[in-house]
């Protein structure tokens, strides 16, 4: 069975505050994608990690891939207010060269309190 | 990317009505996405459409209760059939570009069925 499994799925924070949020998937895929999703938004792109040991920065997130272990993780530095989003990691289904869907792990809800 | 329009936005729909969401895409794309995501809930395929064949489902939802055309390579449409409360929930419709397999994603229509 196809699995991405996210944790924790509730993430209180203090601003300031660092933590990860960790991504485990079942396939062999190579490919691994963090989204973030407002209330009552639609998804956003935030990375996308296309090979193993792939790190990728933006402000104050920073995200990694570990094929071989099959985890990604998010890690969040000094989080402020405005962090507060649910994340969604996805793993790559392939149908055939480039092309697939993704399958979404339940999401982080991401709160940072002051 | 890719930008991406959903009609409608929002609806309210009576039990045993069917609604139709449309999804208008910036430019040609081969593959699009249809995507359920129930109240607080992560986000599961419906069927992948692509232009000139039968759309694809996954497991557990079906033609006759949503029905897909996807007429040129810029355009889809998803039917939800026959609606009862469960099938409220946010549908998103999302499409691949280039070669990484990231995907972008419409800002969905939220259907509330009473």
């Known amino acids: 069975e196809l699995k991405v499994e996210q944790n924790p799925l509730f993430l209180s924070m203090q601003e300031g505050k660092n933590y990860t949020i960790y991504c485990n998937y079942s396939?062999?895929?190579?490919?691994l994608y963090w989204y973030r999703q407002d209330p009552g938004k639609s998804l956003e792109s935030l990375f996308v990690?296309?090979?193993?040991?792939a790190v990728k920065q933006e402000g104050r997130l920073m995200a990694s891939l570990d094929t071989k272990a099959r985890l990604s993780t998010l890690h969040i530095t000094a989080a402020v207010h405005d962090l507060s989003a649910t994340y969604f990691c996805?793993?790559?289904?392939?149908?055939?060269?480039?092309?697939?869907?993704?399958?979404f792990g339940k999401g982080t809800k991401l709160s940072v309190k002051p | 990317s890719a930008v991406i329009s959903q009609k409608p936005s929002r609806d309210i729909c009576q039990r045993g009505t069917s609604l139709t969401i449309q999804c208008q895409v910036d430019?040609?794309?081969?593959?699009m996405f249809w995507y359920r995501q129930q109240p607080g809930q992560s986000l599961t395929l419906i069927a992948t459409?692509?232009?000139?064949?039968?759309?694809?489902?996954e497991s557990g939802f079906v033609i006759d209760k949503f029905p897909i055309s996807r007429p040129n390579l810029t355009f889809s449409t998803l039917t939800v059939s026959n609606m009862s409360p469960e099938d409220s929930s946010i549908y998103l419709c999302?499409?691949?570009?280039?070669?990484?397999?990231?995907?972008?994603f419409g800002e969905g229509s939220r259907l509330t069925v009473l």
């Open positions: 396939t062999t895929s190579d490919r």
């Open positions: 999302s499409v691949s570009k280039g070669d990484t397999g990231e995907l972008f």
């Open positions: 459409a692509n232009q000139g064949s039968e759309a694809t489902y």
């Open positions: 996805a793993d790559f289904m392939n149908y055939g060269g480039s092309q697939g869907n993704l399958i």
């Open positions: 430019s040609q794309v081969t593959m």
């Open positions: 990690l296309l090979s193993n040991g």
